[in-house]
Structure formats: C-alpha cells, structure tokens
Nanobody
Framework: QVQLVESGGGLVQPGESLRLSCVAS????????MAWYRQAPGNQRELVAV???????NYADSVKGRFIISRDDTKNTVYLQMNSLKPEDTNVYSC???????????????WGQGTQVTVSS
C-alpha cells in the first residue's frame, strides 16, 4: 500500500507565499512523474505543475514565474513553492505521483487527499 500525505496549505493574503509538501510512504521502489493539481468546486481538475524523474518541469500558464515545483527522491517528496499568490489561486491542491512498488513493479498513479489553499485579504 502507498499513501500520499500533503501539508502546507492555509489562508494567506494576496502577494504572500506558501510551500506545499507531499510525502509518499509504503513499499516504494521508485517514483517517476510527480505533479500538483488543483480543483475548485464545480470546476475541472487543472494541472498546475509537473516534474519528471529527470528533473524536467512544466507549468500551467497561470502560474509560470510564480510557482516552483521540486522533488527530493531521498524523501519521496514533491514540493510546490507558491509565490505572489492571487485570490484566483484559491483551490484544493492535490499531489499525484506515479509509483512502482514491491507489489506492482509497474508504475501506478496515486493521489493525495488534497490541501486547501485560500488567498484572501
């Protein structure tokens, strides 16, 4: 079994920063792609940022230049540094990791439970 646990969400004012973390635990062999998504009620899930196991990154146009995704493979953790936050960034942010385990040698998609980010004055 694999579990993803996110942390770091909260309430901030416009222009402030937050750092999200997502730690994977379980019988993990390796992790390929890691990503952050967000979804507001009634809206489709949106890809915010993605990082490959080689360190290649890609971002949604709405967050380019403000958000930075990074990973620490020694800790099975993906981070999302969010700077210059705007009210429109308010969402539930969820992490997604493709993980190979001792049970399933192929990569399987796992999701965290989500963490609320609210940007409001």
């Amino acid at each position: 079994q694999v579990q993803l646990v996110e942390s770091g969400g909260g309430l901030v004012q416009p222009g402030e920063s937050l750092r999200l973390s997502c730690v994977a635990s379980g019988s993990i062999l390796s992790i390929s792609t890691m990503a952050w998504y967000r979804q507001a009620p009634g809206n489709q899930r949106e890809l915010v940022a993605v990082i490959s196991n080689g360190g290649y990154t890609n971002y949604a146009d709405s967050v380019k230049g403000r958000f930075i995704i990074s990973r620490d493979d020694t800790k099975n953790t993906v981070y999302l540094q969010m700077n210059s936050l705007k009210p429109e960034d308010t969402n539930v942010y969820s992490c997604n990791q493709f993980i190979s385990t001792t049970i399933s040698r192929s990569y399987v998609s796992y999701w965290g439970q989500g963490t609320q980010v609210t940007v409001s004055s």
